[in-house]
């Protein structure tokens, strides 16, 4: 499944409220299955979060490179990670 | 039972580095051996023959089989990625990374290896193009040797975050005992930075942008700061490391724990390590963090690591103790792991003897 057009633009604007700099940049978007492994949660001594597995959750990506003020180049990652209907999980960004 | 230190290290790759000057750094394991054993944590010595990190991850353990029974069994790698090398894992994430150098594996019994179940530190080496110094890693290790008789400096901590991130950073910096004021770049930067503010502090805490480029950590302006302020200021570099006593130093700076290929002059990580820090934790790879409370990412696990350090707990079993906690806080939230979970786990490194802790 794809995200719809409407969707990623309202994403898009979501993080642009927040990250102004992003403003001209086009994010990257990848699905991904909520999954866990049996073996992770018996290491951690936890249930199996069962209503949630198996959930397609999409991770936009915005990049953009800034000079330090000593000249060097500093990439920022911006990650929103929704639902597939847009609602915002968690926003990250790189350090 | 008493707990059980093991120091590994490769006697013929530290031969063939430091030539005859490896026979010191021999000699200094077995007085870290003994000044261990003072300490009531019986020690040995595992000098490894393998290569792969696999099949050392193998030694441990079988090593470990021996000490079941023990209250707490501690690895301390001695040597950098050319000594005892990293194991280099796929990154799970979709960013600029090729990979993740990272101890983890050592940590762990099975595949799932973002899960911590053993206690593993390193004392890193330097390896730069220049050649090896072995000055370096005798200093460190003499340090160390010595760091159980210490008294551990000062009470109070200090904190040093990107402007764009202080409320998230003053998240994290609250369970930072004795916190006095976090200071903010920019209007701070390298320029203006007092050396005194991070003098024999108990905690030392960074919230910072960095590079494995470049041997700096970097400040971001911030929502409503002054548009003169510059937007990614040079805000700390290993010239500011300086009198810092026994610090326990936590750094979630992009590449801040990044060692290979460095020096103490270029790596602020390995510089907190010969000014005699008790412990650095960063990471290897870019790093991440929320942008508003609540805590997630790097600020989640270093916030739960000096939770722990704050209970008592030896450094190693908090870094342990703060990786468990921080998949059981997010699998609780979002029912899983995600890939830049995952990848935190994996990427921040434990430089120091995690047999030590705060008295």
Known sequence: MELSKKIVENV??????????????????????????PELLSKL????????????????????????????????IVKATVDRHGKLLKTIVSK | MKSVAILVSNEKRLKLKYKKEADAILKKLEKYKTFLTDEAIETRILLT???????????????????????????????????????????????????????????????????????????????????????????????FIFKHKLKRDGSKSFGYTASVWKKTSKAVYRVIKNG?????????????????????????????????????????????????????PVAFIPELVKDVGSSVVFSEACYGGYIF????STAISLKFLTENSDLFIGSSAIAYGPIEPPSTEADLLCKYFFQYVNKGLTYGSAFLNAKIDFAKKMIRTQGFLDEDDIKTLIEFNFFGDPTLRIV
């Open chain 2, 49 to 143: 023959k393998k290569i792969e990190p696999s099949d050392i991850r193998e030694e441990f353990s079988s090593f470990e089989k021996k000490y079941l029974n023990r209250k707490e069994v501690y690895f301390l790698i001695i040597g950098g990625d050319d000594i005892v090398p990293f194991f280099k894992l796929d990154n799970p994430t979709d960013d600029e990374d090729d990979f993740i150098y990272s101890d983890s594996p050592y940590a762990s019994r099975d595949e799932e290896y973002s899960i911590p179940e053993r206690i593993v530190g390193r004392l890193p080496d330097i390896n730069d193009s220049e050649g090896s110094d072995s000055k370096f890693f005798l200093s460190v290790l003499d340090n």
């Open chain 2, 180 to 232: 006095e004021k976090l200071i903010i770049t920019p209007p701070v930067t390298k320029d203006n930075f007092e050396k005194e503010w991070i003098a024999k502090k108990r905690y030392l805490y960074f919230n910072l942008h960095g590079s494995k480029e470049t041997n700096c950590w970097y400040g971001q302006r911030g929502f409503g700061d002054p548009e003169e302020y510059p937007y990614f």
């Open chain 1, 12 to 37: 898009k604007k979501e993080i642009i409220k927040k990250f102004p700099e992003m403003a001209q940049v086009e994010p990257t978007c990848v699905s991904k299955t909520k999954k866990v492994s």
């Open chain 1, 45 to 76: 001594k936890v249930s199996f979060p069962k209503a949630v597995v198996g959930e397609e959750v999409f991770v936009l990506s915005f990049r953009k490179m800034f000079s330090t003020t000593d000249g060097f180049k500093i990439t920022k």
């Open chain 2, 261 to 264: 290929g460095k020096t103490d």
